[in-house]
């Protein structure tokens, strides 16, 4: 888990010979970092916060998941938030990344007695904190700019996140 600059799409290349002014939202390549880029911007379309709040998403999901979007394994139309939607939120354990989890997890026999297989369990409050980044990811990530979370719900999300994992864990000690 190693922190990289990102541009969340706000860099544009443009054309040596193009006069460079304010007005210009256009370039002759993509804008942003492959990724993370949102879809809209391999049509041409202009820069919108919107295309901010997906590349936002993604960073989520790859923080959460430790898995970059641009993996071998998401090809042919299946990517990060498909991979994650797929499992969220019935199989958090497997798509989370054991680094973010805390270390008090407890390991449990299933009922069925079959002592092979082991299961983890999450405190209910983790377990409702990393739902809620998973949402917010898969939210600023939608496909449509339109249905994308605003900023200002992200950090009304986030900050609800954290006074709820901060009063938990005020009650633990």
């Avoid at 544009?12 to 210009?24: A, G, M, T, Y």
């Avoid at 916060?49 to 299946?78: C, H, W």
Wanted: net charge neutral.
């Amino acid at each position: 888990m190693v922190a990289h600059l990102s541009d969340f799409g706000l860099t544009r290349l443009l054309p040596i010979d193009e006069v460079i002014s304010n007005e210009q939202n256009s370039t002759i390549r993509i804008k942003g970092t492959i990724g993370y880029v949102p879809p809209e911007y391999g049509m041409g379309s202009k820069l919108l916060v919107q295309g901010n709040m997906y590349s936002f998403g993604i960073l989520v999901l790859e923080m959460l998941t430790k898995r970059r979007p641009t993996e071998a394994m998401f090809k042919d139309g299946y990517n990060l938030q498909t991979y994650v939607k797929i499992l969220f939120p019935n199989k958090l354990l497997e798509i989370v990344s054991p680094t973010i989890l805390p270390r008090e997890l407890e390991h449990i026999v299933l009922a069925s007695g079959d002592s092979s297989k082991n299961m983890m369990q999450i405190h209910p409050n983790i377990d409702k904190c990393l739902g809620s980044l998973f949402e917010i990811g898969l939210a600023c990530s939608m496909e449509s700019p339109h249905e994308r979370t605003s900023a200002i719900e992200v950090i009304r999300e986030l900050n609800s996140i954290k006074s709820y994992f901060l009063l938990w864990n005020q009650n633990r000690v």
